[in-house]
């Protein structure tokens, strides 16, 4: 590991241990065939982030099985990877951000609040429980986020306020102003229903690992977390999100109405299995199941 950063004590190492990444294995898990050339560019950082999207799963299920979340990247590489299973925001971006740097791309690691800043229910600050990337290429900022579920397909410019599309999903990143107790930031936006809707709001400060543990752990444990409280998983394709939360699969397509569907049991279980394309035994569909949403 290499010395990245001195604090007036001992030299820190590579607090994010890329050296354990098995790039070769996680290429072979989102389908890029090997010997491609992945140069540091805009067509690489797109390619790696639609096919991470389209091949791993967005899900929390290790959370409602009671055995929580790791965010240490050796631990993150074996559910992902080797056990072909999803997970949430801080699992996949730490998995792509190693991917990134191993590449020779600048990554730096942001933690957001999901939805606008301020919750107007509960009149107070939403908790900081989102994990995203900044990448600088080529003198311009790109927002990375393999991590969001029903979220990007493809990075988009920081350099821009203006709408940046995807195939039947047009995003846009607005900047924010700072507060005493807040920096300037910014706010990614999804037009739907032809309504600008606020996925996250993120500012610019840097993140070091143990904030991202932090973060993982009031959001894999807090009794208000949506992660405690709803069975979710989604996939994201290239023209569809299927979201499964609890009883309910919403389809939505590219530029299309929803559709909801509230699942029997079996149909349940025959579509978790069909969303993680991953193997889960009776007993953990059977826990699942009996939780409480």
């Given at each position: ?39 540091v560019s805009r067509e690489t950082l797109r390619l790696l982030h639609r096919a991470h999207v389209q091949h791993i799963p967005f ?231 009996s939780r409480p949403a």
């Open positions: 590991m290499t010395t990245t950063e001195r604090t007036g004590g001992p030299l820190l190492q590579d607090e994010w241990d890329i050296a354990v990444l098995d790039l070769p294995a996680y290429l072979a898990r989102i389908g890029i065939a090997p010997g491609t050339a992945l140069p899900e929390n299920l290790d959370v409602r099985l009671g055995r929580g979340i790791a965010v240490e990247l050796a631990a993150v590489q074996d559910k992902l990877v080797r056990d072909r299973r999803g997970g949430y925001c801080f699992e996949h971006n730490q998995l792509f951000a190693a991917v990134l740097e191993r590449l020779g791309f600048r990554v730096t690691r942001l933690i957001g609040r999901v939805g606008d800043d301020l919750d107007p229910v509960a009149a107070r600050r939403r908790p900081r429980s989102h994990l995203v990337l900044q990448v600088l290429l080529d003198g311009e900022r790109r927002l990375a986020d393999v991590g969001f579920g029903p979220g990007l397909l493809e990075p988009i410019s920081f350099e821009t306020d203006q709408p940046q599309h995807q195939p039947g999903w047009p995003y846009r990143l607005i900047r924010t102003d700072g507060t005493p107790t807040d920096p300037a930031g910014w706010r990614l936006q999804e037009l739907r229903g032809g309504v600008w809707s606020t996925m996250y709001t993120v500012d610019e400060q840097p993140q070091h690992a143990i904030d991202v543990a932090m973060a993982n752990h009031y959001t894999a444990t807090h009794p208000r977390s949506r992660f405690t409280t709803r069975t979710i998983l989604i996939r994201r394709d290239a023209d569809r999100v299927r979201s499964l939360i609890d009883r309910v699969l919403t389809v939505s397509g590219a530029g299309g109405p929803e559709q909801e569907h509230e699942l029997t049991d079996p149909q349940w279980q025959r579509t978790v299995l069909e969303l993680l394309d991953a193997p889960l035994s009776d007993a953990e569909l059977d826990t699942l199941l």
